[in-house]
């Protein structure tokens, strides 16, 4: 990689740590690529819908459809680190968000009542 590391960076226990959860990542995609296509397969789906939204009608699902695609981006990097049970956590936060969409759709009462 060209990118260097800032100064001081790895010098704690948080920053190594970081580095570690990078290196777990990097590992991942050489060594399971079957596997990570499937999900820059599904990103690419999220990135699809999102790059063809134009003025959105109803506009309210949307904002939970990008809370889903961060949420799902977020699991794929902790999963590639190897942090599969913090996933979870993530992986439910996106199905969430696509049943909040589901649910209020375009109703502002209900929008209203969930803020």
């Known amino acids: 990689m060209t990118k260097q590391s800032p100064p001081g960076w790895g010098n704690d226990s948080l920053t190594k740590y970081l580095d570690n959860y990078r290196d777990n990542q990097f590992a991942t995609f050489v060594g399971k690529r079957a ?44 999963v590639m680190a190897g942090q599969l049970y913090e996933a979870q956590a993530l992986l439910r936060l996106c199905l969430e968000h696509s049943s909040y969409a589901l649910y209020i759709g375009p109703d502002t009462e209900r929008w209203k009542r969930w803020m």
């Open 35 to 78: 596997v990570i296509s499937d999900l820059i397969l599904i990103d690419g789906m999220y990135k699809l819908l999102l790059d063809g939204a134009k003025n959105p009608k109803p506009f309210i699902p949307m904002t939970f459809f990008l809370r889903a695609h961060s949420a799902y981006r977020s699991a794929t990097g902790a």
